[in-house]
């Protein structure tokens, strides 16, 4: 973690549709939320990634917290 951000590596090429694809549907499984509450609105092509968890419940983000301990 850097922050609040959870950050995760992946080794693929940054700029590829199918990273964020699996990245996406990676972090919608782990947190048990559907792909479409899970948005990249920054870095879809760059090596940094910033996914935003939309309607992010009190479990999710307790689930989030106890993944980082």
């Known amino acids: 973690t ?4 959870l ?6 090429l940054p ?6 694809k699996a990245c996406q549907k990676f972090l919608s ?5 559907p ?5 990249l609105p920054i870095g ?3 090596l940094a990634k910033h996914f935003l968890i939309r309607r992010a419940s ?6 989030l917290i106890n993944s980082l301990v």
């Open 15 to 20: 700029h590829s549709n199918e990273v964020n």
């Open 44 to 46: 879809a092509k760059s």
């Open 58 to 63: 009190r479990e999710i983000v307790l689930k």
């Open 7 to 12: 950050i995760m590596k992946v080794c693929a």
């Open 35 to 39: 792909q479409s509450d899970m948005v």
């Open 29 to 33: 499984e782990f947190f048990k939320v």
């Open 2 to 5: 850097h922050g609040d951000p």
